[in-house]
């Protein structure tokens, strides 16, 4: 069972380096191909200006021949080239680099020419390592979907799932958050929780208890759900976190690492093979777990689990 980010990137090397399509690189996207490439975890696969890039790499421990080099002037034609190599199987692991996230989103999800899935949800699960033990706690969806509908939450949290399993949790205990612990018809939220926790009562998730809805702190503590009369062995020790909007999912995210000094690295599923974004909350020394993360994603099967 993978318990740390160390774990990760253990599992990871054992499987080889994978080849990493980055358009437009940054000078940091660089320096972060370099760590990996020192690490073993990674092929470089750079598109975009060669000068430029050729320049980059001078100033790491990057030399020729150690990484590949795609002639593309115009930013969008860089990100399509990546795209087209991921797709294609040249590249294993796509990369946002230099490209803005609104323009990397739309284009990992666009059904045609991106990486997305027929009929799948692409959503971005947040990983953290909690402070006081060894355990890792997933957070979904952090990022990529707004307002989800219930269909689309039952694909983010299978999403979600998939990963846990990935990380060696075999029976996921999973926390379906709204603001209340009690079904509410004023608040959808409280009735889309209740019916995804029917679900997975019924074994629609598989090897998974799912409960719900949980406010936080029915979710984080036993005696907490106890009081409001709420027995579930999934309070107190949630493995994934299923959150019922963006604005609630972001700034959880956020919060987590700014208040509370927590690490943390994220992945894109749903995805035909891995996508990589840049957040704000990811530190770059761990930008390099969620290159390992993504290997690990390769090897069963792309960015779906």
Request: charged fraction near 20%.
């Amino acid at each position: 069972m993978i318990n740390t980010f160390s774990d990760i990137l253990a599992a990871a090397k054992q499987g080889g380096p994978r080849r990493l399509a980055i358009p437009v690189p940054t000078a940091v996207d660089v320096s972060l191909a370099a760590a990996a490439a020192t690490a073993g975890l990674a092929i470089p696969c750079f598109a975009g200006d060669a000068g430029a890039i050729t320049d980059l790499a001078a100033a790491t421990t990057l030399r020729e021949g150690a990484y590949d080099l795609w002639e593309e002037k115009d930013s969008r034609r860089s990100l399509a080239r990546a795209l087209t190599a991921v797709r294609s199987g040249a590249a294993d692991i796509l990369l946002q680099g230099g490209v803005s996230a609104p323009d990397f989103a739309a284009a990992l999800q666009d059904r045609e020419k991106g990486l997305g899935l027929k009929g799948a949800t692409v959503s971005y699960t947040s990983i953290y390592s909690l402070r006081k033990r060894e355990k890792l706690i997933l957070i979904t969806d952090t990022f990529l979907n707004n307002r989800p509908t219930l269909v689309e939450k039952q694909q983010i949290l299978a999403n979600a799932l998939e990963l846990a399993r990935l990380l060696g949790i075999e029976t996921p205990k999973v926390a379906v958050l709204a603001a209340i612990e009690q079904v509410n018809p004023g608040i959808p939220s409280t009735l889309d929780a209740a019916i995804l926790a029917k679900m997975g009562e019924r074994r629609q998730f598989g090897k998974a208890m799912v409960e719900g809805p949980l406010d936080i702190d029915c979710a984080l503590s036993r005696a907490a759900a106890g009081r409001k009369g709420v027995q579930s062995p999934v309070t107190g020790n949630v493995d994934v976190y299923l959150v019922p909007e963006i604005d609630t999912g972001h700034l959880l995210a956020e919060a987590l690492v700014f208040f509370g000094g927590m690490q943390t690295v994220g992945a894109v599923l749903g995805t035909a093979k891995p996508a990589l974004l840049h957040l704000p909350f990811v530190t770059h020394e761990n930008r390099l777990t969620e290159i390992a993360l993504a290997s690990l994603l390769v090897g069963k099967g792309g960015g779906n689990g």
